[in-house]
């Protein structure tokens, strides 16, 4: 049985790394003894595959992993339980099983919704150069790569790209980058418009088929209902404090460590269309 | 005091540095108690990044120990590397604890961990970036109290200009004691000139060293004595000690981190304490005696903590685990355990040398075989009879003739250059055994990777060789070329070695006496900090300050000590006699051997018969295989077998 996962990432967890949620997830299946499926071999790994990683510094509520399983479980109640052996600020959002012969995340995961903060300019040069690029025929930048310099024009990459607003900390860009056949990443856009990124604020993953865009999670989920209902009856992860004090009873006058001091405001934004 | 979170303005500064994740806390088990007027608050600093700090036993247990009781409450920092460090002064943010984010300056006591001496200028950066004075000295009522522990406190004198006290031996009961005394200073109110009495009152709890309340006078270059200043302050500081581990089932909530740390994986302490007697090991001399914990406890904190963290790797805490009487049932109380699902691996960090460990080391590494270390420390046996490590040549090629018949494909072999005695017979008695290792391992396998590891001898405080004229740079560097020269052709073997100018700035800060405080200052001033990392050390910042303040290196750290000699930790106690340590010097020279006190009659260290303690040891008889000595025939010591003498034409040997 193969399930796929979607999770958030917000708060100060978001300064660890891409491999740093790999072992987060290996450390909550034990725990909640998920009977995962184990490569043979010399140093046996769990089967485990992610979508495309998320920058450290980056949050999220468009998160997802596939994971293999020895034997088939139930769904129902899953993603709760894996929330409640996660760490503050990850916190497991929907949990579906995956048809055989599905696509990999990577392969099949073609654009992402972001906003992102910027600082560096103000509202006036961020918009006319934002104006500048959505009117661009092509945008060609060069980065290093291997060592030496790769010139490519990222411009076909941009998906979408809104104007800019007033954000709570510097210009809020809202934006949908491509993943493939060549991805952009936040940093690339914003260094792109001269700016310096702030942070970055990961709401989507599409995949695009047929004309059609779908979420990674096949529908019907069955303990999550849409990812932006999820997101607002949760008020934001860090805040779910009640749920953390049942895993970790307080004893002996001793409290569970802060919770995520993230503002709420940055979570309510999270509604992206 | 305003309790605030510094948070808000770390945040913005994370984004700029190397693996952020180490200044977030966040870490699964961690919990503090809120502040708060009655509740004395600790902030535990473990002067090193947070990578090699979290895992700290010690930390752990006192952070989880400090927040359970009513009067206190505990958080963490780590020292921020160098581009985080930039980042805090430019914006004027302090020192932080992990946990809550708070200012290190808000604390009552600002605690250090000291593993090792290359901290020490670490230490001096904390204290600063926390925004108090470096020396103790010119702090007021208004500044917390910095406290060190640790193994570096049993010679506490080179950072005494810069700790207010210094907590010697283990930490368990006298943080009580501590907090104690200073909720009282705190409930005062901290009045101006408070702070003397204070520190006064701290002198007098049992373990306690407040170096101010001490005098210090020189002869010359000479030591001539350390003495108290006042009638009620202890001429002779003793060492805490815990006489039963069963009591301290800590740590019961052990960190698991977000990020990638030095030993990362759940690890239960199996006994506290050594009495293997290896001359040259600090660790071993200032723990006796051997305090093993219950077995069934062992198994308790395994399963449980596996269960709590989601760690597919358990590690058997001592300073030599295969010693441990209830290994055998530890161990396959884990291997057959069906939580487990065979998916859980355990390790044993110090391995005995002899085929029985690697007996118990296969059996419990059923998965990832990679690589095995045994420590030998020297190339022949006449060296290490001098070293009081007996470990017989057979002893060592059954070990590793049954670790790569069983499947490992890598041994790692640790050795000391530069011990007392050392011939140059003795350090290429190193090549011969590491290669007469790559041998037996070619029977197996067809590219065994053999790794002799070479660090550079540094004589330690409170160990028979605490007497020894330290090797000098240039004669380490000529030892590990006389082995880079006989090992040049062997390609089985690897040979690695400690940079012989490291070595010389341990020795400094290892034997020196409060002189040298000024020394680590300069060092630190000079922009030396993480002196542990080969990238930040410089030799030159440390032979400069000793030249500026007139101290020879000759002197500290090359000269062989005289038995009548003033030591500058003689006021520190460990429970061992001096003249047991100068016997065993002695000894050494001589070429003898001590056995393992555990298992045969008592030659009166001083440890148990002092303190009124014992050997909580399980097992009456030796473990299989014998140790140390007992239960071996030590005559063959030094044979080799005629099969592994060496065959291939042009080996020199």
Same mark, same amino acid.
């Given at each position: *049985?193969?399930?796929?996962?979607?999770?958030?990432?917000?708060?100060?967890?978001?300064?660890?790394?891409? =491999?740093?949620?790999? =072992? *987060?997830?290996?450390?909550?299946?034990?725990?909640?003894?998920?009977?995962?499926?184990?490569?043979?071999?010399?140093?046996?790994?769990?089967?485990?595959?992610?979508?495309?990683?998320?920058?450290?510094?980056?949050?999220?509520?468009?998160?997802?992993?596939?994971?293999?399983?020895?034997?088939?479980?139930?769904?129902?109640?899953?993603?709760?339980?894996?929330?409640?052996? *996660?760490?503050?600020?990850?916190?497991?959002?929907?949990?579906?099983?995956?048809?055989?012969?599905?696509?990999?995340?990577?392969?099949?995961?073609?654009?992402?919704?972001?906003?992102?903060?910027?600082?560096?300019?103000?509202?006036?040069?961020?918009?006319?150069?934002?104006?500048?690029?959505?009117?661009?025929?092509?945008?060609?930048?060069?980065?290093?790569?291997?060592?030496?310099?790769?010139?490519?024009?990222?411009?076909?990459?941009?998906?979408?790209?809104?104007?800019?607003?007033?954000?709570?900390?510097?210009? =809020?860009?809202?934006?949908?980058?491509?993943?493939?056949? =060549?991805?952009?990443?936040?940093?690339?856009?914003?260094?792109?418009?001269?700016?310096?990124?702030?942070?970055?604020?990961?709401?989507?993953?599409?995949?695009?088929?047929?004309?059609?865009?779908?979420?990674?999670?096949?529908?019907?989920?069955?303990?999550?209902?849409?990812?932006?209902?999820?997101?607002?009856?949760?008020?934001?992860?860090?805040?779910?404090?009640?749920?953390?004090?049942?895993?970790?009873?307080?004893?002996?006058?001793?409290?569970?460590?802060?919770?995520?001091?993230?503002?709420?405001?940055?979570?309510?934004?999270?509604?992206?269309? | 005091?305003?309790?605030?979170?510094?948070?808000?303005?770390?945040?913005?500064?994370?984004?700029?540095?190397?693996?952020?994740?180490?200044?977030?806390?966040?870490?699964?088990?961690?919990?503090?108690?809120?502040?708060?007027?009655?509740?004395?608050?600790?902030?535990?600093?473990?002067?090193?990044?947070?990578?090699?700090?979290?895992?700290?036993?010690?930390?752990?247990?006192?952070?989880?120990?400090?927040?359970?009781?009513?009067?206190?409450?505990?958080?963490?920092?780590?020292?921020?590397?160098?581009?985080?460090?930039?980042?805090? %002064?430019?914006?004027?943010?302090?020192?932080?604890?992990?946990?809550?984010?708070?200012?290190?300056?808000?604390?009552?006591?600002?605690?250090?961990?000291?593993?090792?001496?290359?901290?020490?200028?670490?230490?001096?950066?904390?204290?600063?970036?926390?925004?108090?004075?470096?020396?103790?000295?010119? %702090?007021?009522?208004?500044?917390?109290?910095?406290?060190?522990?640790?193994?570096?406190?049993?010679?506490?004198?080179?950072?005494?200009?810069?700790?207010?006290?210094?907590?010697?031996?283990?930490?368990?009961?006298?943080?009580?004691?501590?907090?104690?005394?200073?909720?009282?200073?705190?409930?005062?109110?901290?009045?101006?000139?408070?702070?003397?009495?204070?520190?006064?009152?701290?002198?007098?709890?049992?373990?306690?060293?407040?170096?101010?309340?001490?005098?210090?006078?020189?002869?010359?270059?000479?030591?001539?004595?350390?003495?108290?200043?006042?009638?009620?302050?202890?001429?002779?500081?003793?060492?805490?000690?815990?006489?039963?581990?069963?009591?301290?089932?800590?740590?019961?909530?052990?960190?698991?981190?977000?990020?990638?740390?030095?030993?990362?994986?759940?690890?239960?302490?199996?006994?506290?304490?050594?009495?293997?007697?290896?001359?040259?090991?600090?660790?071993?001399?200032?723990?006796?005696?051997?305090?093993?914990?219950?077995?069934?406890?062992?198994?308790?904190?395994?399963?449980?903590?596996?269960?709590?963290?989601?760690?597919?790797?358990?590690?058997?805490?001592?300073?030599?685990?295969?010693?441990?009487?209830?290994?055998?049932?530890?161990?396959?109380?884990?291997?057959?355990?069906?939580?487990?699902?065979?998916?859980?691996?355990?390790?044993?960090?110090?391995?005995?040398?002899?085929?029985?460990?690697?007996?118990?080391?296969?059996?419990?590494?059923?998965?990832?075989?990679?690589?095995?270390?045994?420590?030998?420390?020297?190339?022949?046996?006449?060296? %290490?009879?001098?070293?009081?490590?007996?470990?017989?040549?057979?002893?060592?090629?059954?070990?590793?003739?049954?670790?790569?018949?069983?499947?490992?494909?890598?041994?790692?072999?640790?050795?000391?250059?530069?011990?007392?005695?050392?011939?140059?017979?003795?350090?290429?008695?190193?090549?011969?055994?590491?290669?007469?290792?790559?041998?037996?391992?070619?029977?197996?396998?067809?590219?065994?990777?053999?790794?002799?590891?070479?660090?550079?001898?540094?004589?330690?405080?409170?160990?028979?060789?605490?007497?020894?004229?330290?090797?000098?740079?240039?004669?380490?560097? %000529?030892?590990?070329?006389?082995?880079?020269?006989?090992?040049?052709?062997?390609?089985?073997?690897?040979?690695?070695?400690?940079?012989?100018?490291?070595?010389?700035?341990?020795?400094?800060?290892?034997?020196?006496?409060?002189?040298?405080?000024?020394?680590?200052?300069?060092?630190?001033?000079?922009?030396?900090?993480?002196?542990?990392?080969?990238?930040?050390?410089?030799?030159?910042?440390?032979?400069?300050?000793?030249?500026?303040?007139?101290?020879?290196?000759?002197?500290?750290?090359?000269?062989?000590?005289?038995?009548?000699?003033?030591?500058?930790?003689?006021?520190?106690?460990?429970?061992?006699?001096?003249?047991?340590?100068?016997?065993?010097?002695?000894?050494?020279?001589?070429?003898?051997?001590?056995?393992?006190?555990?298992?045969?009659?008592?030659?009166?260290?001083?440890?148990?018969?002092?303190?009124?303690?014992?050997?909580?040891?399980?097992?009456?008889?030796?473990?299989?295989?014998?140790?140390?000595?007992?239960?071996?025939?030590?005559?063959?010591?030094?044979?080799?077998?005629?099969?592994?003498?060496?065959?291939?034409?042009?080996?020199?040997?």
């Amino acid at each position: *049985m193969k399930v796929r996962f979607r999770f958030a990432k917000q708060g100060k967890v978001r300064f660890t790394s891409h =491999r740093d949620v790999a =072992r *987060m997830w290996e450390r909550a299946f034990r725990r909640v003894q998920l009977p995962v499926s184990y490569s043979a071999g010399f140093s046996p790994r769990p089967k485990v595959s992610f979508g495309l990683a998320l920058p450290t510094g980056a949050e999220s509520v468009a998160e997802y992993l596939d994971v293999d399983l020895t034997e088939a479980v139930v769904i129902d109640g899953l993603a709760a339980t894996l929330t409640a052996a *996660m760490p503050v600020g990850v916190d497991v959002l929907a949990a579906g099983e995956l048809e055989a012969g599905s696509g990999s995340l990577q392969q099949e995961v073609t654009s992402c919704t972001w906003s992102i903060d910027v600082g560096g300019l103000d509202l006036g040069q961020a918009r006319a150069r934002a104006a500048g690029v959505v009117a661009a025929a092509e945008l060609v930048v060069t980065r290093e790569r291997k060592g030496s310099p790769v010139t490519d024009d990222i411009r076909p990459a941009i998906l979408s790209l809104a104007e800019p607003q007033p954000g709570s900390s510097g210009i =809020r860009i809202d934006c949908e980058l491509a993943t493939q056949p =060549r991805g952009l990443r936040p940093s690339e856009l914003v260094e792109a418009l001269g700016g310096g990124l702030l942070t970055a604020f990961r709401h989507a993953q599409w995949i695009e088929r047929d004309g059609a865009r779908w979420e990674p999670i096949p529908l019907p989920a069955t303990d999550a209902t849409h990812e932006k209902d999820a997101t607002h009856d949760r008020s934001g992860p860090g805040l779910d404090r009640a749920h953390r004090d049942t895993r970790t009873p307080a004893t002996g006058g001793a409290v569970d460590h802060p919770a995520v001091d993230h503002p709420a405001a940055t979570v309510g934004s999270a509604s992206f269309s | 005091m305003v309790h605030m979170t510094l948070w808000p303005r770390i945040e913005p500064l994370l984004a700029k540095v190397q693996k952020p994740a180490r200044y977030i806390g966040c870490e699964d088990g961690a919990r503090v108690a809120p502040p708060g007027p009655g509740r004395v608050g600790w902030l535990l600093v473990y002067p090193d990044t947070y990578e090699i700090g979290l895992p700290n036993q010690g930390l752990q247990i006192l952070y989880e120990i400090l927040n359970e009781r009513d009067d206190a409450r505990a958080e963490r920092a780590y020292a921020p590397w160098s581009d985080l460090e930039a980042e805090l %002064r430019a914006a004027r943010v302090p020192l932080f604890s992990v946990d809550t984010h708070r200012p290190a300056g808000e604390f009552d006591l600002i605690a250090f961990n000291l593993s090792a001496e290359l901290v020490y200028t670490n230490v001096v950066n904390c204290i600063d970036l926390a925004g108090v004075p470096v020396r103790a000295a010119d %702090r007021g009522p208004e500044h917390p109290l910095v406290a060190a522990g640790g193994h570096c406190t049993y010679n506490p004198e080179p950072l005494a200009d810069f700790v207010d006290l210094f907590v010697i031996g283990d930490g368990e009961e006298v943080v009580a004691e501590i907090t104690e005394v200073v909720g009282e200073w705190k409930a005062s109110g901290r009045t101006p000139g408070s702070r003397q009495a204070v520190l006064r009152e701290l002198s007098k709890v049992v373990g306690v060293y407040v170096p101010s309340m001490y005098d210090v006078e020189y002869d010359g270059p000479a030591l001539r004595a350390i003495t108290p200043r006042h009638p009620d302050v202890p001429a002779r500081v003793e060492k805490r000690t815990v006489a039963d581990l069963a009591e301290w089932p800590y740590p019961k909530r052990q960190l698991v981190p977000l990020t990638e740390v030095v030993h990362d994986r759940l690890n239960v302490e199996v006994f506290r304490g050594c009495t293997r007697g290896c001359r040259f090991c600090q660790a071993g001399m200032i723990t006796r005696p051997v305090r093993e914990r219950p077995a069934e406890q062992v198994r308790t904190m395994v399963s449980e903590g596996l269960k709590r963290t989601g760690y597919d790797e358990v590690s058997l805490t001592s300073l030599s685990t295969a010693d441990f009487s209830g290994i055998e049932g530890v161990v396959a109380g884990v291997i057959n355990d069906p939580v487990n699902c065979g998916q859980v691996s355990l390790s044993l960090p110090s391995l005995r040398v002899d085929a029985f460990t690697v007996g118990i080391a296969s059996q419990i590494q059923q998965v990832r075989r990679t690589g095995l270390t045994f420590a030998p420390e020297g190339g022949t046996w006449r060296i %290490r009879q001098v070293i009081n490590k007996l470990i017989r040549e057979e002893d060592l090629y059954e070990a590793v003739e049954s670790a790569f018949s069983q499947g490992w494909r890598r041994v790692k072999l640790y050795f000391l250059a530069g011990v007392p005695t050392e011939q140059d017979v003795d350090t290429l008695g190193i090549a011969t055994l590491a290669r007469a290792c790559a041998e037996i391992g070619r029977r197996h396998t067809k590219s065994p990777q053999v790794t002799a590891s070479v660090g550079g001898f540094v004589p330690k405080p409170h160990t028979p060789f605490q007497w020894f004229g330290q090797n000098t740079v240039a004669e380490l560097t %000529r030892k590990i070329n006389l082995l880079r020269d006989d090992l040049r052709r062997e390609r089985g073997v690897t040979l690695r070695w400690h940079d012989p100018k490291a070595t010389l700035a341990e020795g400094i800060a290892s034997r020196g006496d409060r002189r040298i405080g000024r020394v680590i200052e300069d060092v630190w001033r000079a922009g030396g900090t993480f002196q542990e990392w080969s990238e930040q050390f410089d030799i030159g910042r440390w032979e400069a300050a000793m030249a500026r303040h007139g101290l020879s290196i000759d002197w500290y750290v090359h000269r062989h000590r005289t038995e009548d000699e003033v030591l500058p930790w003689d006021h520190i106690s460990a429970g061992l006699h001096k003249d047991f340590l100068w016997d065993d010097w002695q000894a050494a020279l001589r070429e003898s051997g001590v056995p393992d006190c555990r298992w045969t009659p008592c030659y009166d260290c001083g440890v148990c018969t002092g303190y009124g303690i014992e050997h909580v040891v399980a097992s009456a008889v030796p473990p299989a295989g014998g140790s140390q000595g007992t239960g071996q025939d030590l005559t063959t010591g030094g044979r080799v077998p005629v099969a592994l003498l060496p065959t291939r034409a042009g080996v020199a040997s």
